[in-house]
């Protein structure tokens, strides 16, 4: 028998939530057998997956080892954290991300990506002990490209997760973008509207006028042009949807690629190898009785000095 006692990451959470995150490789069909057989209880007492767990619940797991990962261990974490941090409180960080620094892990990048360096930093100052969570760690609420810097949100507690991510799903965060781009649109403030599409093998995502399978994605993005000349624009982006590359992807598709985005049709500029690409604002507006409602009506932005095209842009247009 396996115990876990519930803690306030743990708790406001479906049951089988919980379990589908401290265990390993356990299918769903079994999962939900063992809650039908009582091989997973809830307070000594049979329950269903739908049960919500509360602070103070107990769990109790009567089945294979197997299933458990091994524990969560601190040394991986003992690495000097760098992060460029715009804002913290006790729930959440705001993170002005590097270009180069991917979000997430993934096979090009195991290890010492975004999370990880949050991770690093809220053990190292105390707020994170991986030992003592059954399924929280911290966590990013959105992410950019690798090579697109700017604002990235990282919750500290399982409550502020859930909350942001509600608010990102309904509109309550909104995230502006400053960008190159060749030529200058036609129309010098509109909504664009679309489909996406995205081709895994590539890492690649089309764009088209109308659904063109039950697999793509609507999306919506807003931009104004600021300043333009010398055959490119300086524009500010609202993301209305939040897909993969769609900003790049969308004014792609109106014939304005970002400089430097060679996947989408942009050139190289100078020696930057990457998309002229920058998440520089950020706003909330959460509901009333949200624990993070203390931030409605902020907005927050990078420091333009460090956004390298912009103070070029409104220079000279030149590079």
């Not at 892990?105 to 053990?123: I, M």
């Not at 598709?253 to 400089?259: A, R, T």
């Amino acid at each position: 028998m396996k115990t876990f006692n519930i803690n306030q990451n743990d708790a406001g959470q479906r049951i089988d939530k919980f379990v589908q995150k401290c265990t390993l490789n356990l299918p769903r069909s079994l999962m939900h057998k063992y809650f039908r057989t009582k091989r997973i209880k809830l307070n000594r007492k049979r329950c269903s997956g739908e049960d919500m767990l509360a602070l103070g619940d107990v769990v109790d797991f009567y089945i294979p080892h197997e299933f458990f990962g091994e524990s969560r261990e601190e040394r991986d974490l003992d690495f000097a954290p760098k992060l460029d941090i715009v804002y913290e409180d006790q729930h959440i960080l705001l993170i002005d991300k590097p270009v180069g620094l991917p979000s997430q892990p993934d096979e090009n990048h195991p290890s010492h990506t975004l999370v990880d360096h949050v991770k690093a930093y809220l053990h190292q100052k105390g707020e994170y002990a991986p030992g003592a969570e059954n399924s929280f760690a911290p966590a990013l609420c959105n992410r950019i490209d690798r090579n697109t810097a700017g604002f990235v949100i990282a919750a500290k507690t399982a409550a502020a997760l859930r909350e942001m991510n509600a608010a990102i799903k309904n509109g309550g965060v909104r995230k502006y973008y400053l960008c190159l781009v060749h030529g200058t649109p036609r129309r010098y403030e509109a909504t664009l509207e679309g489909y996406l599409v995205k081709d895994a093998t590539t890492n690649k995502v089309q764009v088209f006028s109308h659904k063109p399978n039950p697999k793509a994605l609507y999306i919506a993005t807003r931009y104004r042009v600021l300043e333009s000349g010398e055959g490119r624009s300086l524009l500010e982006v609202e993301l209305l949807t939040g897909r993969t590359h769609q900003i790049r992807a969308h004014l792609a598709s109106i014939g304005h690629p970002l400089l430097g985005d060679v996947k989408y049709g942009g050139k190289r500029h100078g020696s930057n190898k990457h998309q002229a690409l920058y998440s520089y604002k950020i706003a909330f507006e959460f509901d009333e009785d949200s624990q993070l409602a203390y931030l409605n009506g902020q907005e927050f932005d990078v420091d333009m000095g460090k956004i390298w095209f912009v103070v070029d842009c409104k220079n000279s247009l030149h590079y």
